[in-house]
């Protein structure tokens, strides 16, 4: 899967002159908790978030009249808060890479170009969405977590144990175990209980983790 399958677009942008206020509105209205930020010319110069606004702005304990407080922070532009140095991202990058550089820089969002110019932007929300599909979080089923052999066919031995019974894999996700010699293995099935699914893969896992039906 790539980027470019679950960015968000059109992707709504800012320009460097514009008050922070407006853009904490235009965060409000659109459900939104950055902004990447555009010059006149179309090109990236910055990404701007919400905590950055929010920091920005003046506190609620100042001495500050109203008067004032309008005044001062009408003066307050983006250019003055944002990151100018944006980590960006291709839409034919792979999703798991964007995951990477996203946990790697700890940003919450990764500008996608195209070009050079922005056309979409993918969110950690985006990910934990995928997330969701890739365990079948939002599919009723019996969800199974097993370490097995990190070796060749093991994994295949499993899911046939599975396919022999009628069983029927809704999602499958494979993850590090307990040592390099074992990987955890969770799964959401359906068609079969959860005494058929226990006995048939007892033999091709080293540890039952977990069993349910949610």
């Known amino acids: 899967m790539l980027v470019k399958e679950r960015m ?76 100018p140095d944006v980590s960006t991202i291709e839409g034919d990058t792979p999703l798991e890479e964007a995951a990477r550089i996203m946990a790697d820089n700890k940003v919450g969002g990764l500008p996608v170009l195209n070009r050079g110019k922005v056309v979409g932007i993918i969110t950690e929300t985006d990910l934990f969405k995928i997330f969701l599909e890739m365990l079948g979080a939002r599919e009723q089923g019996i969800r199974l977590a097993v370490l097995v052999p990190n070796t060749r066919g093991e994994l295949a ?3 046939k144990s599975i396919f022999d ?3 029927s894999i809704i999602s499958l996700g494979t993850f590090m175990g307990e040592n ?27 540890k039952l983790i977990d069993i349910r039906e949610i």
């Open 8 to 83: 968000s677009y059109p992707v709504i942008t800012v320009h460097p002159d514009m008050p922070i206020m407006d853009a904490l509105d235009l965060m409000q209205k659109e459900h939104i908790r950055r902004f990447p930020v555009i010059d006149k010319r179309g090109h990236l110069v910055g990404i701007v978030s919400k905590t950055d606004l929010l920091h920005a702005a003046p506190s609620a304990a100042t001495s500050l009249n109203v008067w004032e407080v309008n005044y001062l922070v009408s003066k307050i532009t983006i250019k003055k808060v944002m990151t």
């Open 157 to 159: 031995k499993l899911t």
């Open 165 to 167: 019974i009628g069983g």
């Open 180 to 206: 390099s010699e074992n990987r955890e293995v969770t799964m959401k099935i359906e068609g079969v209980s959860v005494n058929e699914i226990t006995n048939a893969t007892q033999p091709f896992v080293e």
